[in-house]
């Protein structure tokens, strides 16, 4: 009980009745003429539990804050894409990835276990079932055709290299932080076909190291065959760490197909199939180890409200 309370505490993070009537209970607990041994496990869970209710309290109001900062901004629409359009490049690529994160987990911390299950993301009622992973995959074609139109909206070749440059200096600076959500995005925009069109003279103009390094991150980060050398190499990330939520898909996806095929096939006892629902029970007790600690980056308004509003 007291290992499922420190790691699985988000179980019941949204159900405030829940969290009171089990607190109730185990407060008592106290109550009953039992040994030291038991009153002291009892104790030892009730402390662990306030501790896990108070940091949740901590995290719902910093996540408001959070949210309302961003909102207070008198101008959005036209007049923020023009200011984006103009000054983005002014700032330098780690103060850009560093907003980055706040956002992406921001976003990635409120996916909930059960938009996991059962292919949610893809059903009719995704919207509701799985409202927080469409937000992210969609910001995720956003971010992409955004990094593409700034990129092909410099005129000149020396002004196309720049800012080709530029983004792949961010993907490395997203690399720091290890907010691999935000390197997909942006490996998106830099590998769209019109910008892969770029002239030669361009792309030749680029650091060789450069675009081996995009290179790399493209065939480690977007290539199917590599997924899954991908989550081995996650789960050796100490967070904070920002997944894009499509590794999480995927592997849900797998286990899930492998768990139906040997539970409905008559050539295997149903048992067969019980190594499946553990795997599915890693991937979501792997999704809140990565969601239990958030970047403690300095907020920057004017950024974050811009890429806000991508």
Sequence with gaps: FIYWL???FYDIADDGP????????????????????LKGAIKQIE??????????????IRARDFTLMIEKTPETGPIYLKFLKKSLFEFPPEDIARQMALIDYENFRKVKPSELLKRNWESEKAKELAKN?????????????????????????????KRTVYFIDLLQKLEDVHNICG?????????????KRLDE?????????????????????????????????????????????????NEMY???????????????????????CAKMAE?????????KKGYDFEPNCELLRILTYI
């Design 6 to 8: 420190d790691s699985h």
């Design 18 to 37: 829940l969290r009171d009537a089990l607190l109730e209970f185990i407060s008592s607990l106290n109550g009953l003429n039992s040994g030291e041994w």
């Design 47 to 60: 402390n662990l539990f306030r501790k896990k209710y108070d940091e949740l309290n901590k995290e719902i």
């Design 133 to 161: 992973i469409l937000i992210i995959t969609e910001r995720t074609k956003l971010f992409g055709n955004w990094v593409t139109f700034l990129i092909l909206e410099g005129k000149a070749e020396k002004e196309l290299q």
């Design 183 to 195: 390197m997909i995005d942006v490996i998106g925009g830099l590998k769209d076909f019109h910008v």
């Design 201 to 249: 003279k361009i792309w030749n103009s680029i650091p060789p190291k450069k675009i081996e390094y995009l290179e790399k991150k493209y065939r480690e980060l977007i290539l199917p065959t590599t997924l899954g050398l991908l989550t081995k190499e996650l789960r050796l990330i100490e967070p904070p760490c920002v997944p894009h939520i499509r590794l999480y898909c």
């Design 254 to 276: 797998g286990f899930t197909e492998q768990y139906e095929r040997k539970k409905h096939n008559p050539k295997y006892p149903s048992v067969i199939a019980i190594p499946y």
């Design 283 to 291: 991937t979501l007790e792997f999704l809140g180890y990565n969601q």
